[in-house]
């Protein structure tokens, strides 16, 4: 997926904390996140046809879109429409979706303000407003606002385009949410900050990312490096090549603690079986998805020290203190 939170590089150097500098060991930070664990994703798993019976307007290509909603369109060919070429794709994105819906419902009711930072081709905006939330849709990339609204059909959304990092905005959101984007910076720890800034006292952030713990992650932790500084060229480039780094579960409460957050619950998901990383996707293509997301469930009830290996996406639910 594209990322669209900023085109410009952080400031200056930093050096990023280790858990070990708070007085906190990885074995003791694990210990301490065990119970805000989400086990479960519950029993309304959100599903492809869910997304196609939605008020949300389905497009296709035209010859006068310009690229950029080509590209997007690529993107809701699986996203959105379940292109059954790539299933795995398709059940990394639906349960994504999941994760986010359900953190969002469970600490804020419509009609709250939601920030969607990155948004992107506007699937989170779009269903969040059709739920009855006014969301602000923001991406860096303006020309998008136009493929966005060709698919909006249902609620209330405010298209505020610009640098995340310096984008104005009148009131305090009750949710921010950065879904798959903080693993494009090399700031991680000033994405909260900024994000902390623009909920109010008592909000939440959501963040969904990569799981650093996942087994085939082979990219550094943030917090074992000296100077991110070194990344700021790396920044901002789209899809898995774009990751700088994976963040694990145990560096949640160190980034939050300094953003003047807190960590509430993690939800660890997206099984490699039922999204194609084990040479799954011609099973896909002929499992019923019941089988495939009573196989995504089951994974949610596996120990956790397990699940944090066997899991390759990470649902973190921060509070603003």
């Known amino acids: 997926m594209d990322t669209g939170a900023s085109s410009r590089t952080r400031g200056q150097p930093k050096h990023a904390l280790s858990v070990g500098s708070c007085g906190l060991t990885s074995r003791r930070v694990t210990r301490w996140l065990e119970p805000l664990l ?23 290509p035209q010859p006068w ?70 969301v602000t849709w923001n991406d860096i990339r303006e020309d998008l606002v136009g493929y966005v609204q060709l698919k909006h059909d249902k609620g209330n959304v405010t298209y505020l385009p610009g640098d995340f990092f310096s984008v104005a905005v009148d009131a305090p959101f009750d949710v921010v949410v950065l879904a798959e984007v903080i693993e494009h910076v090399a700031h991680p720890d000033e994405m909260l900050c900024r994000a902390a800034s623009l909920v109010r006292k008592g909000g939440h952030v959501v963040v969904t990312t990569p799981n650093g713990g996942y087994l085939r992650n082979a990219l550094p932790r943030w917090s074992d490096c000296p100077d991110p ?11 898995d090549d774009g990751h700088i780094f994976l963040l694990h579960p145990e560096e949640f409460p160190i980034l939050s603690q300094q ?63």
């Open 38 to 60: 989400l086990p479960t994703a519950g029993h309304n798993v959100w599903s492809t046809a869910d997304v196609r019976r939605g008020s949300m307007n389905r497009v296709e």
């Open 65 to 134: 879109w310009p690229e950029s909603w080509r590209t997007s369109y690529e993107y809701d060919r699986v996203e959105v429409y379940g292109a059954r070429d790539r299933p795995g794709l398709t059940n990394l994105y639906r349960h994504r979706m999941t994760a986010v819906l359900r953190m969002v419902q469970s600490v804020a009711r419509p009609p709250a303000r939601i920030l969607d930072v990155a948004a992107g081709q506007g699937n989170l905006t779009l269903a969040l407003a059709e739920r009855g939330y006014n």
């Open 229 to 239: 500084s070194v990344y700021e060229a790396m920044q901002f480039k789209p899809n």
């Open 259 to 321: 953003a003047g957050l807190e960590v509430e619950g993690i939800r660890l998901f997206n099984a490699p079986l039922t999204i194609g990383h084990m040479k799954t996707e011609p099973l896909l293509r002929v499992l019923p998805q019941f089988c495939v997301d009573g196989l995504e469930l089951l994974t949610y009830h596996i120990p956790y020290l397990i699940r944090r290996r066997l899991c390759f996406s990470m649902a973190v639910l921060l509070k603003r203190t």
